[in-house]
């Protein structure tokens, strides 16, 4: 019999120090990303330094979770979407493992929105700890071009660097 190892999940590894984890190298992203697909997880990424606007995001968000005709556009009908994806509404099979949300080059949208940046990761993190609860995890990815990018605490948790770059050291060119 297989004995589970939590140090050989990353998923777990990634949800121990909240739901929100930070990366600056885009490769260590996409490779975090990429083993969650193959473990089941439905994975979503998010182009978030094409966002110009929180127009721009409220449309990306809506679009990769197939939100209804009727949302609002704003953070209150964001919360309230995202119950619903949660709750395997829409835009979340409940026949994946998770769910993965993938953030690129979010420092670029914090730059331009800041407020909307942050209330943005701290919905996510509620929703995460719900559906934890419901045995589905939730993960959200932040990769971000500014190695020095901070977060207020989101759900009451800090974010913090992923495993491989906690260090200020690891999120300078030349380390990789």
Not at 64 to 88: E, I, K, Q, T
Request: hydrophobic letters at 45%; glycine letters at 6%; aromatic letters at 10%.
């Amino acid at each position: 019999m297989h004995r589970y190892e939590p140090r050989d999940d990353l998923a777990f590894r990634l949800l121990r120090s909240g739901p929100v984890t930070l990366f600056w190298r885009a490769r260590l992203a996409a490779e975090a990303a990429e083993w969650l697909d193959e473990h089941g997880y439905q994975v979503i990424p998010l182009a978030a330094r094409e966002w110009t606007s929180d127009d721009d995001m409220h449309t990306a968000v809506a679009a990769a979770l197939d939100f209804p005709a009727y949302y609002g556009r704003n953070l209150d009908a964001l919360n309230d979407c995202l119950r619903d994806v949660v709750s395997h509404d829409y835009g979340w099979s409940p026949d994946s493992a998770g769910l993965a949300i993938v953030f690129t080059g979010y420092d670029a949208y914090a730059t331009r929105s800041p407020r909307s940046a942050q209330i943005v990761l701290d919905i996510l993190a509620d929703h995460s700890r719900v559906a934890m609860l419901f045995g589905r995890p939730l993960v959200v990815l932040v990769q971000s071009d500014d190695p020095d990018i901070r977060f207020e605490p989101v759900g009451a948790s800090a974010v913090h660097w992923n495993e491989a770059e906690w260090a200020d050291a690891g999120r300078r060119p030349g380390k990789a």
